[in-house]
């Protein structure tokens, strides 16, 4: 059992927005704005989308964009596109020596 | 361009112990800025943090793995690596390694399946 609590499945048809939830405790998502999210093609590397809850790296679109609530975390995407269709995990730094625990994934459909 | 490429056994026998090593290509793993971690997904299952070493040589491991796992640096050879003791067929996974700025990981190895099995 995961860390972190993802929908198993997502979906959405192009052009449409999608939101990814991340539920964990005030021990990781509650407790630092060190969220990350990642996307993961299978049998790619995955690939660093958010990071500290809603920062997005260079050359990620801005259709991703992250929040955070309390002790859950969101990933939109916006103006949903064939390419993004992917499993989505999310990350958050635990405290102390844990430096990572992440979610079960949640495979996005784009229908 | 930062580049991890994992390299390892592909077949390791159930007690034994898992070894793989992360090169580092592109960049320095002696750099100050970053931690180099391992991160493994059982077939089809979600990710796992396994540990991750500063360039100091500071590790950090998951608790979950009751002191099965080692990682180590070797600065020469611009590579880290992996050691988990005494496998099981749970520890059936792909294995990534990653650089970890702070509480992320911004580059990550395409990833080597370690299947345990006698």
């Known amino acids: 059992q995961s860390a972190l609590t993802q929908p198993p499945s997502a979906s959405g048809s192009p052009g449409q927005s999608v939101t990814i939830s991340c539920t964990g405790t005030?021990?990781?998502?509650?407790?630092?704005?060190?969220v990350s999210w990642y996307q993961h093609h299978p049998g790619k590397a995955p690939k660093l989308m958010i990071h500290?809850?809603?920062q997005r790296p260079s050359g990620v679109p801005d259709r991703f964009s992250g929040s955070k609530s309390g002790n859950t975390a969101s990933l939109t995407v916006s103006g949903l596109q064939a390419e993004d269709e992917a499993d989505y995990y999310c990350?958050?730094?635990?405290?102390?020596?844990?430096?990572?625990?992440f979610g079960g994934g949640t495979k996005l459909t784009v229908l | 361009q930062l580049q991890l490429q994992e390299s390892g056994p592909g077949l390791v026998k159930p007690s034994e112990t898992l070894p793989l090593t992360c090169t580092v290509s592109?960049?320095?793993?002696?750099?100050?800025?970053?931690?180099w971690s391992w991160i493994r997904q059982p077939p089809g299952k979600g990710l796992e943090w396994i540990g991750s070493?500063?360039?100091?040589?500071?590790?950090y491991y998951n608790p979950s793995l009751k002191g099965r796992v080692i990682i180590f640096v070797d600065t020469s050879k611009n590579h880290f690596s992996l050691k988990l003791s005494s496998v099981t067929a749970a520890d059936t996974a792909v294995y990534y390694c990653?650089?970890?700025?702070?509480?992320?990981?911004?580059?990550w190895g395409q990833g080597a399946l370690v299947t345990v099995s006698s």
């Open positions: 990653a650089r970890q700025p702070t509480w992320h990981f911004d580059y």
């Open positions: 592109g960049g320095s793993i002696s750099s100050s800025r970053y931690y």
């Open positions: 070493i500063y360039y100091s040589g500071s590790t």
């Open positions: 005030s021990s990781d998502v509650g407790g630092y704005n060190y």
């Open positions: 500290d809850v809603s």
């Open positions: 990350s958050s730094y635990a405290g102390g020596n844990n430096l990572g625990v």
